[in-house]
Antibody
Framework: QVQLQESGPGLVKPSETLSLTCAVSGYSISSGYSWGWIRQPPGKGLEWIGTIYHSGSTDYNPSLKSRVTISVDTSKNQFSLKLSSVTAADTAVYYC??????????????WGQGTLVTVSS | EIVLTQSPGTLSLSPGERATLSCRASQSVSSNYVAWYQQKPGQAPRLLIYGASSRATGIPDRFSGSGSGTDFTLTISRLEPEDFAVYYCQQYGSSPWTFGQGTKVEIK
């Protein structure tokens, strides 16, 4: 079955760029589906960050759009998140997830286990 | 942006009881594009329901979803010990996709 695993630095300095990778196993990314990122600040709810569709196009949450880039590397069967100019408000558990879509409307299944990223100097 | 309000914030019930969780949207959700997730402490969310009422693969039939427009409900017919968790609704009918703040189902 499809499994996802996030990786990347657990600590990022303010104003720097957060970079995370999601490795996909059990399925070839190039075969289809869309892929997304969601985050959850400690003790709080979930926030959709963005999704990259099978076509290669992307949708981002407007609240983060100016700072977010999601890309796919089919040769490594993984996709990535970059979030620039981070502040303490970006401290959260970051999840990657397969996005099941009807046109450009999507829900998430399955999810990676999540990785905590702390923004601090 | 569609705001989802879940109620109650916490539901205290005993195993075997019925749980009814509400998710109300600030405006009508296109095509009833609502999903429900379960999250246990230290774990990632798990998809339960999509399309307001379709159960995800492997989800027991004690979980059911209903609703349309702005009002959606997740029902757990008979609570099992493993069902005590936080539940989130999500709308994906319009961008940005948004989540409710969650309902915690705790053991009474």
């Amino acid at each position: 079955q499809v499994q996802l695993q996030e990786s990347g630095p657990g600590l990022v300095k303010p104003s720097e760029t957060l970079s995370l990778t999601c490795a996909v196993s059990g399925y070839s990314i190039s075969s289809g589906y869309s892929w997304g990122w969601i985050r959850q600040p400690p003790g709080k709810g979930l926030e959709w960050i963005g999704t990259i569709y099978h076509s290669g196009s992307t949708d981002y949450n407007p609240s983060l759009k100016s700072r977010v880039t999601i890309s796919v590397d089919t040769s490594k069967n993984q996709f990535s998140l970059k979030l620039s100019s981070v502040t303490a408000a970006d401290t959260a558990v970051y999840y990657c997830a397969r996005t099941l879509t009807i046109f450009r409307n999507g829900w998430f299944d399955p999810w990676g286990q999540g990785t905590l990223v702390t923004v601090s100097s | 942006e569609i705001v989802l309000t879940q109620s109650p914030g916490t539901l205290s019930l005993s195993p075997g009881e019925r749980a009814t969780l509400s998710c109300r949207a600030s405006q009508s959700v296109s095509s009833n594009y609502v999903a429900w997730y379960q999250q246990k402490p230290g774990q990632a969310p798990r998809l339960l329901i999509y399309g307001a009422s379709s159960r995800a693969t492997g989800i027991p039939d004690r979980f059911s979803g209903s609703g349309s427009g702005t009002d959606f409900t997740l029902t757990i017919s008979r609570l099992e010990p493993e069902d005590f968790a936080v539940y989130y609704c999500q709308q994906y009918g319009s961008s940005p996709w948004t989540f409710g703040q969650g309902t915690k189902v705790e053991i009474k």
